[in-house]
């Protein structure tokens, strides 16, 4: 049964989405009650189609009349509905989805792709408009888009907050992993399991990553602690 609200085709029966979580039962509920309204519809005209004496054959007649009026009509609004949930679901899909988000699926995009010119341009802004203009040649490898080819697979993402210049956006699911040509790999990232913050800032008008060094490695990044100090036995010698 395809969700209305994400479009995921879940298995018969379900009553919530395997993707969204949006309640499904209800459609199949409208449906039934549907069915259930046609049919006493049905009755009701067949009633009054009989109460003026009409014969059986006759009365069928003319209901199979009624509902070859009614079919188009329904045809029209089934047809307009589609329309309604198609636009309503390019809305989410797109329109709904912040710029620092954009930004940030650009970013992962690039990698995979070994986008250099899109990867620069959400991570050096400076060295991309040399790239740009012809006075820089720049290569994948060189710009740290390490790995041979990556995989990355239902990236989702989540705006944190955005405040003027300055975004943050949780990497909430998908999968990250890069491979060499010998075979291999990073381990990958389950975002899903190890979300990813992401802070970015706005540089005419485009939405930079910072921190991109750490932002691109495909496998999980631990979470830094506490600074150690620069010198701990002068630090213990202090306190003694």
Known sequence: MR??????????????????GEKIARLEAEKVRARRKALREAARLRLELEKEGLGREEVERRLRRARRRTT????????????????VLI??????????????KAFYRSIKEKDVLTYLKHTEPDVFKMAKSGEYQPDPYTEGIDYDYYVLEDLRTRLVREEGE???VEVKGGFFEGFYDNGVNSGGVDFGQHPRLVKLVKVEGTWIVQEYATAKLPYPVEELGPAEPEFPEAEEGEGG
């Open 3 to 20: 969700c209305p609200n994400c479009g995921y085709d879940n298995p018969e029966g379900r009553r919530y989405c395997e993707e969204c």
């Open 72 to 87: 188009p009509m329904m045809g029209v609004l089934l047809l307009l509905g589609l329309v309604v949930l198609a636009v």
């Open 91 to 104: 809305l989410v899909l797109s329109g709904g989805e912040s710029e620092p988000e954009k930004a940030v």
């Open 166 to 168: 300055y975004a943050e």
